[in-house]
Structure formats: structure tokens, C-alpha cells
């Protein structure tokens, strides 16, 4: 859209077909804009610029492109009069219809929470920024879920938004462009609406990484006449070899955005010319016989790679996109990517599920389209149950907002994932119980276990028990057995349908094992129970019971009452002594003192600590429970130390004990290497270490968060032969 060029009515009637039929939805768009022409008379943007011809009508016009009806477009036109005019939804709804108004009250109700968000964000602190923020979005997103066009209009609002951010102050665009890139990018994606998610990304980009976003626009201008003439030459060479088979087809060269070459360069470590050297063609033709003709073609022209084929037309996406994807080698040795579709096909991948809409009058739905929007539905209708705004927005980023996978039940039926998920997840994707019986699965016919991450194309059979239900082990985050929210949710609840004695006493185990394994037991419950905000034991245990509350949560509260105790402390009246770093530890008054751990406790990073003199040896950094701190009666040589604030590991010991077999050490190493820590020492005692074939192993390791120990910690003891596995602190 022409920043030149001042927007009318007569812009947003282009698009509007010209026959009889269309005559109702003509005069009804002409009656929004004039009633919304009067009510914001004076309105004026940031820019000066009259407020309708610079917001409503642009919102409208973006509507009208995609190919909405004449209700979602008036709906686009008004939206913004309840909030900013004496116009009220019973009016609108005498004169426009219950549609208009629905549709209006639907995108007002998202304007006003996301005007509080603005409005706190420079009152609150981060944290409660983050968490409110986490709340607005919630609420907008079930707002969204009650009609489907709500969260189109919501996504032109905020593309012609980011198209006019330069009046707002650095921080408020980047929080904005943010927030775009991180929510409203994906979801554009995920309703196919591709013609936006573009727009989207790379307006964002231009905002939060000015600096590379203008290097790529650079790159692009310089090498655009080099990669022009390649494409051309590959097009002429097609419309030769489909002219010979009688196929008429469209094709052009598909150009690469912004911001899928800045993600390529991020995800690959590679240069901008190593991105962009990858060329891409598409081709519309009339029929599916002959999208499949035409793939025969290509690949008869040029070699194919393996492993980037892709049949979308066999196997649409949940967002309706269907289309064959190939990626072949050139006569010029360089990757060519070539995409081939109908018009039909075409016009869903630009629109989406607004293409349901274009050319449709009323905006009557279907049972076909209601089936393909479902997975918004299903969301929304378990996740209204969520009471924690960051778990429901984290699940919205990984159920929906992530990359995803395709895989299928044994007769043959899609199941969409996010990538990372499991058989539990996919047990959970097709009906709760199965989810709840899941006891193993078969992927591609071979058993394998329920922490397997599937991939593209996997085949997944469900083996399950006739009774029981879920393992709380599922629900660690340590262990990786599920990825979605969906599973998560669905869990919980069967948990919380159990007896709450039952429940408290699991949880009771839970909190007491994780205590003892991080070697903390001196908390006690009741330190935990404050950590989570509970007056009772009892509800704390019954939350860890039923798996609201798991052990990396635990371990994670741990680290953090250590910290605010250090901030706690009361201080003495007279200005402290100046403080030194020594190897990242902060010693009070003193200078030129070496410091280490000690062996007897093995402090940990997060730990309340306190330092000793030694004679001849600087100062000893100890556990401020130490049982040699608590016996020592020569009081006069502890002085106060805390952490320096540098990332840093620190040495721990922890130990296990299991029935020895064959390849159990190489099994604990393998979990210790994924976790990326380095085990510098390794232990048996010979004495000690073993009775009934029973083995006891010290291994140290250099640990930077005490969550990060619960979770090798968790992960070791889940191995078969393992009876225990904990820190050492004697």
C-alpha cells in the first residue's frame, strides 16, 4: 500500500464483485464507513494523518484483499468505534446486524486488554510485566477462539500496526514487534494466511535487528538482477518441457522474504550467500494430475535430493495447505526448490482459512471448513480450564505456534505435532483414555519407548492396557516424555480426580525424594510449602500429588530462596567493608586470598555459603550448614562470602548405588554428556562399594544450576539397576 496514495471507500469496493448478488454487501460497506467516518471525525494518528483514512480503512482494505465478506469488513471498518466513540454495540446491532456487532465486540474486547497491557507497562516491574502480559494474551486468545474472523481482524489490525510503529518510542516498538513475531507471526501461519505472516516477520525484524535486517535488504538489491536471470533460465527450460506434454501451467520465480533468510543464516551458521544461492520456483497448474505430471517432469529434468520431497496434496496440513514440494540439484550444481499446486490450492496458501470467506456470500460456514479449524477449537475448549497464564501461553507456543510433524495412525489418518513430541502425545492427539492406557508404542512397526521424539512421516501404533492410568513420571520435564499442552492438561486433571489422601501421600514422597536427593533435607516440607505460597502442607503435597507442581520446580525454588536469603541478610549499621572477587566468590574484607570448596559439603552454585580461614590456605568456602560449620566452635575466623555474578560451574559430587551389570557406567556417562557436564572424576571404592553385587559409584561433576543437578539426578535413577541416585555431602 502506497504511503502517497490517501485510501477511500472506492478502494475497498475494487475488490468487491460487481454483480447483482453483491449489491447488499456493497451498500453495507458504504454504510460502516460513513458511520465510522462520523464517529471518528477529528480522530487523528500519532502521525497527524486523519484517523480514519490511517487506521480503520487500511484494516478494512487488507480484509477486502485476502477476499472477506462484506460482514468482516464492515466489522474491520467499526472496530475501533466502541472503544474510541459514543457509538455503542446495541446500535451497531440495529443497524448493521448481530454479526457485525459480534464481530466488533470480539476485536473491542481484545483492544481493551491489550491497551491495559500497554498502559502497565511502564508501572509495573519485569516479572509482573511478563506475568500480566501472559494474562492479557490468554484472554485474548479464547476471545479469539468464540469466532474465527475475530482473529482475522485482529491480525490486520496489527499488520497495518507494525506498518506504522515509527510515532511510538524505540521501547514500545521493540516490545510490539516482539510480541508480533513471537504470537501474531505464527498464528498468521497457522491459519495459512501467508500473504501476512510475511509482512509480519520481516516488519518485526526490521525493528528488533535494524542492523541485519538492512544488511539482508542490501544482499537481496545487490544480487537481485544475478538471481532474476538464473530463475528466468530455469523457467524458459519448464514451460519448454511442459509445452511438449501439453500442461498449462503458471510459472515464476517464488521470491525469499527478509526474515526466512535471516532464520536460514541464524539456524544454519552460514552466510547470506550460502542462504540466498538457494533459488525457488513455483508452478500453478489447472489440475492435481497434473501437479503430478509436472513433479515427473522435474525430476526427469534435474536430479533430485533425497529426503525433500513432500506430498502436501495427499496430506494437507491442518491449516489447509496443500501443495508438492521438491528440491532438486541443477545443471549449474546450485539447489533449486520448486513448489506445484492448483489455483485452488494457490489461493488457500495466500489466504488460509480466510479463503473460505473470498468469493462467498454471507459468510456461510461449512462442515468441511468447521473440520479443518477444529484444532483451534479442541485448543480452546481444554485450555479454558488452564488458571496459570504462562502455562497456557507456553502451551500456546508449543501446541500450535511450533514446527511441526507429520505423522499417522496405522490406517493412515494424520496426526499433526509439535516437533518434539512423543507417543504420549500422540496417544493424548487422538483420545484422552487412549492417552491415559498408553503403556508402549510401535513406531514405523518397531517398539520403541515413550520418550522416542517422532518424526516426519512416522507411523505410530498405540499399544495400551485395558485398565490404569498415567505415570506422574510423564509429567517431569526432566524425563521428556511429553511435549504438548494438550497431554500435560489432560494428565493433571486425571490426577486431580483421584483420592486427595492418595494424592498428598504421592506428593508427600515426591517432595521428600527430591529434598534428599539434592542432599537439602535440612528445608523440611514446610520451607517448600512457602516457596509455592501454600499456608498448608497438605495442599502442597496434594499439588505435587496430581502434577501441578514437579520436581524441577522444586529445585528451581530450592536455588531461589538461597538467593533471596543472601539478599535478606541484615546488614551491618556501619557502611561495609569493601568486597574483592576471587575466582567469581565475593569475600568481605579482605584482599589477596585464594578460595575453594570444600570437600567435606561440595557448596554448589546457589547455595548458602559462608568461608572459613584456614592457616596458610586462604579461605574455605563451605555448605552454611555444614556439619563442620555447625560443630566448629573457633567462630572468630568465619567470614561472609556469596557467589559472584559470572556464569560458572562448580564441582559436585554425587553418588549412586545399583546392581552392577554390563554397560550401566557407559549408560550414566551417556545421560552426564547429553546434559553437556563435564565429569572429571569418577570413583568406586573397593572396600565399600559393592556387597550382594551391589555397586556404589562418586562421580563428580561441574554443575551450574541445582536444577540442572535434579535433572541428571532424575534422569540417572530412571535407568534400569539404579536403586538411588543423590548428592554427596558427608
Known sequence: MSKQHLLDISDILEHI??????????????????????AHAGQTRESGEPYIIQHPLAVALLLADIGMEADTIAAGLLHDVVEDTDIDLERLGQEFGPHVASLVDGVTKLEQIEQEQIDRFSQESERLRDEQEAESLRKMFIAMAEDIRVVIIKLADRLHNMHTLDPLSPERRKTFAHETLEIFAPLANRLGVWQWKWQLEDLSLHYLDPASYAEIVSFVQERRPEREASVQRHVETLKRELAKEGIEAEITGRPKHIYSIYRKMRRKGVPF??????????????????????????????????????DYIATPKDNMY????????????????????TWEMHRTAEYGIAAHWRYKEGGKRDQAFEAKIAWLRSFM????????????????????????????????????????ATPIDFAYQIHTEIGHRCRGARVNGKLTSLDHQLKNGDQVEILTTRRGGPSR?????????????????KIRQWFRRQDREQNIARGWEIVERELKRLGMEHLGHEAIARLFNYEKLDDLHAAV????????????????????????????????????TIEGIQVQGTGGLLTRLARCC???????????????????IHHRDCPNILRLRDTERLIEVSWGTLPQTVPVTIRITAYDRTGLLHEISGIISAEKINMPAVNTPPDRGRRKNIITLYITLEISHIAQLSRVLTKIERLPNVIEARRHTE
Not at 279 to 302: E, F, K, N, S
Not at 554 to 580: D, F, Y
Open 381 to 420: 475448549e481444554w485450555r479454558k480450564e488452564a488458571t496459570d497464564a504462562n502455562e497456557f501461553v507456553n502451551a500456546m507456543k508449543t501446541d500450535i505456534f511450533q514446527d511441526r510433524v507429520y505423522t499417522f495412525t496405522p490406517k493412515g489418518k494424520l496426526i499433526d505435532l509439535p516437533v518434539g
Open 602 to 620: 561440595h557448596p554448589l552454585l546457589g547455595d548458602d555459603i559462608i568461608g572459613y580461614v584456614t592457616r596458610g590456605r586462604g579461605v574455605t
Open 273 to 310: 550467500r550460502q542462504v540466498y544461492d538457494v533459488r525457488g520456483i513455483r508452478m500453478i497448474a489447472q489440475t492435481v494430475p497434473d501437479c503430478y505430471r509436472i513433479l515427473g517432469i522435474t525430476h526427469g529434468l534435474w536430479k533430485p535430493i533425497p529426503g525433500e520431497f513432500d
Open 545 to 580: 500429588g496430581f502434577g501441578d507442581i514437579h520436581s524441577q520446580q522444586i529445585a528451581s525454588k530450592i536455588a531461589e530462596i538461597r538467593q533471596r536469603q543472601k539478599e535478606e541478610q541484615t546488614q551491618p549499621q556501619a557502611p561495609p567493608p569493601p568486597t574483592l
Open 322 to 341: 496443500q501443495s508438492l514440494h521438491t528440491a532438486v540439484i541443477s545443471e549449474d550444481g546450485k539447489t533449486l526448490e520448486v513448489q506445484i499446486r
Open 17 to 38: 464483485p460487481t454483480d447483482e448478488r453483491a449489491d447488499g454487501a456493497r451498500a453495507l460497506i458504504k454504510r460502516a464507513y460513513a458511520v465510522a467516518e462520523r
Open 473 to 489: 513420571d510423564w509429567l517431569n520435564p526432566a524425563l521428556g516424555y511429553i511435549k504438548t499442552g494438550r497431554a500435560r492438561s
